[in-house]
């Protein structure tokens, strides 16, 4: 480990040679950080997980157990991935045709969850503060703060930083239960007030 190893990893973990991994991580049992991979500090890596070569990760982000990051995947600070969800990153994969050419990349931005079991397909960005369902499949891009669900996921709200339903009144604001914060919904969003 090239790190000065101010995270700390399961002895059952690998690390491979030239993983960048920041202070204060934890990497939990059975889970590989492949070469290249980028992890911020303060993040928790669960049982079973993946970080493949070239994946960025920011400050804070969770993973639960079971799942694979696979190279095209970027996370920004305080990103959730609940347990044994799936990211893609060939879209049309054939296993006689090397496609590592053609990833594409799938741009999960700061604050968002993505819930146990929901797929995500390649080539979508995940909006700030959004929250998608248990179970839901990702075909297009999720706005920030949009509540999605199902397969084909479609959106069914909106949520506040702190993961609440937002009611909007007749101006067309909403207050976050748990934080008290306002949220302006226009056409083109939800956007913190
Ligand atoms: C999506 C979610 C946040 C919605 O929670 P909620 O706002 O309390 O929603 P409700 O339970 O009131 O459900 C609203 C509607 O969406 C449906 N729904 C809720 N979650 C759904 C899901 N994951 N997939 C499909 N439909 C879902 C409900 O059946 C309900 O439908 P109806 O109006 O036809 O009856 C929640 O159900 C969920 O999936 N959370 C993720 C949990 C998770 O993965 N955690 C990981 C860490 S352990």
């Given at each position: 480990m090239d790190n000065l190893k101010k995270y700390s990893a399961h002895e059952s973990a690998v690390i491979d040679p030239k993983a960048n991994i920041g202070d204060g991580t934890k990497i939990w049992h059975f889970s590989h950080i492949m070469s290249d991979a980028s992890i911020g500090n303060n993040c928790n890596i669960g049982q079973n997980v993946v970080v493949s070569s070239k994946?960025?990760?920011?400050?804070?982000?969770?993973?639960?157990?079971?799942?694979?990051?696979?190279?095209?995947?970027?996370c920004e600070d305080d990103v959730f991935l609940g347990p044994s969800m799936v990211f893609t990153n060939v879209i049309n994969?054939?296993?006689?045709?090397?496609r590592k050419e053609q990833f594409l990349e799938t741009y999960v931005e700061k604050g968002a969850t993505i819930g146990a079991n929901a797929t995500?397909?390649?080539?979508?960005?995940?909006?700030?503060?959004?929250?998608?369902?248990?179970g839901a499949v990702i075909t297009k891009p999720v706005l920030p703060y949009a509540l999605v669900v199902g397969n084909p996921a479609k959106q069914i709200?909106?949520?506040?930083?702190?993961?609440?339903?937002?009611?909007?009144?007749?101006?067309?604001?909403?207050?976050c239960p748990e934080s008290g914060e306002q949220y302006k919904l226009t056409k083109n969003g939800v956007t913190p007030v």
């Open positions: 994946v960025q990760l920011g400050n804070g982000v969770k993973i639960q157990n079971n799942v694979s990051v696979y190279t095209g995947v970027i994969p054939r296993s006689f045709i090397v995500v397909i390649c080539g979508n960005r995940i909006g700030s503060y959004a929250l998608i369902g248990a709200g909106w949520v506040s930083k702190y993961g609440h339903r937002l009611q909007f009144n007749e101006h067309q604001i909403a207050t």
